[in-house]
């Protein structure tokens, strides 16, 4: 009977602990978060502010299913690894290359629509914002790689 019970119970927190895993982001969240970011960064406008969620609103719900897609191209290409089929990691890899291409130009359209309702002063701000809109703290790649240039001791390695 204790076994039945140890059982019950590995399986109780196996579902509880897959349920607690955070899915993909809402878009409309996503969308939320950027446009927050970015009225905190350049004092957006109430209008700007309504124009800006539907521009990331709109480019958020046309890149989810491109999302759900790179999931499949993602298992399709570690079982090709598993199981060596060189052909379908081609493939596969070239499916997701074309996918990310997909998704990095609905964001970089989204980005100019969002640019052009920015009065002049605004798109200084932005443009001075160390990687503009895909660099870090943008969107883009976040903290952990290292800094630009060269090595720190770099200047000390010869001696």
Do not use: H
């Amino acid at each position: 009977m204790k076994a039945v019970s140890k059982i019950g119970l590995t399986i109780a927190l196996g579902a509880i602990a897959a349920l607690a895993q955070p899915g993909p982001p809402d878009p409309a969240a996503m969308a939320k978060s950027k446009v927050s970011r970015m009225t905190s960064l350049l004092g957006l406008s109430s209008a700007q502010v309504t124009q800006a969620t539907t521009i990331y609103n709109n480019a958020a719900t046309a890149i989810t299913p491109l999302q759900t897609t790179m999931t499949g191209y993602r298992s399709t290409l570690q079982a090709a690894v598993k199981s060596g089929a060189a052909e379908t990691i081609e493939q596969t890899a070239a499916s997701i290359g074309t996918t990310m291409g997909e998704i990095t130009a609905i964001q970089s359209k989204a980005d100019a629509a969002f640019y052009a309702i920015l009065n002049a002063s605004q798109q200084a701000a932005l443009n001075a914002t160390p990687g503009g809109f895909g660099g870090p703290g943008m969107g883009g790649p976040g903290p952990g790689g290292p800094p630009p240039g060269p090595p720190p001791d770099a200047a000390n390695s010869g001696q």
